[in-house]
């Protein structure tokens, strides 16, 4: 564990409610490029001996570490509670990472799906689950002052990584919730060009990587809260919460779906729901 915490570089530091805010940098062996990740320690984090439970934030298509610790407001919650909030990058980057030949923003860079891609050109670089399921949280776990009390959210993208990561690895994860996930990959446009890309044709396969394909099967039944905004512009193309309710009702998983009026895809959205989403992973990850 020593040697992995000596691979990270504090790249930045801001005070924050009374915590920090930090963002480091390390060689990911997963990925195979270094990466980039964000971390808010709350002032709890500095009491002699602490360990503190961690909240692990998958963002979505085009964005970075950035776009959720700077604009949802979470870091007020958090230190009221007394939780770690780690936020990765969406995909690897770095020469030598290939990116979308097109230049699309919906593939390649920024847009990694929190899967393990088995196809050319991908399958060097692209593992965002290894990173997220096991490497980062080793290295997390090595160099700050946290146990493995593990909770797991999202938004749109990283709302479809969350609950992947969260039904394929029953015991690891305490708590789970996603804003606007993508939930039915496989029968969406977005999910269908990248699964395409990073894991073939062969359709079968895709279920792996499918939370309504998954849920039938889920080794735990995880109780799952899901914000998605009535006003989405995305909602019936491409996030299909209608499927995820379908799902959870056939197999008897608890899942909180709550539709609000007005809201789009934005932080605008994330912001005003995400103190109830602290809320709910504080509550589970203290318990006990």
Not at 56 to 64: A, D, V
Not at 82 to 95: C, E, K
Not at 187 to 194: L, N, V
Request: glycine share 12%; with cysteine; net charge negative.
């Amino acid at each position: 564990p020593g040697d992995t915490a000596m691979s990270l570089e504090i790249l930045s530091t801001q005070k924050s409610f009374g915590g920090w805010h930090k963002r480091a940098r390390h060689h990911s062996n997963v990925l195979g490029c270094d990466m980039v990740f964000a971390v808010y320690l709350p002032p709890q984090a500095e009491q002699p001996g602490a360990r503190l439970p961690v909240l692990y934030w998958l963002s979505g298509l085009t964005c970075t570490d950035e776009n959720f610790m700077q604009k949802a407001g979470a870091q007020r919650m958090a230190a009221e509670l007394g939780l770690i909030i780690v936020a990765p990058d969406t995909s690897p980057r770095g020469t030598g990472v290939p990116g979308d030949p097109d230049g699309a923003w919906d593939l390649g860079l920024g847009a990694g799906f929190y899967v393990n891609a088995s196809e050319e050109p991908w399958q060097r670089h692209y593992r965002m689950y290894d990173y997220v399921v096991e490497e980062l949280p080793a290295l997390v776990e090595a160099s700050f002052p946290v146990d493995d009390r593990r909770g797991i959210s999202g938004h749109s993208m990283g709302g479809h990584g969350a609950l992947v990561c969260a039904l394929r690895n029953p015991g690891r994860y305490r708590s789970l919730s996603a804003f606007a996930p993508i939930a039915n990959p496989i029968d969406c446009p977005w999910g269908q060009k990248a699964f395409t890309a990073y894991l073939g044709a062969e359709r079968e396969r895709w279920r792996e990587w499918d939370a309504c394909a998954l849920i039938a099967g889920a080794g735990e039944r995880l109780p799952i809260l899901v914000d998605q905004g009535e006003a989405d512009g995305f909602l019936e193309s491409q996030l299909r919460p209608q499927a995820l309710r379908a799902a959870c009702e056939a197999a008897g998983h608890p899942l909180t779906l709550r539709m609000q009026p007005g809201y789009d895809h934005s932080y605008y959205f994330i912001a005003s729901f995400i103190g109830e989403h602290i809320g709910h992973h504080a509550k589970a990850l203290r318990a006990g």
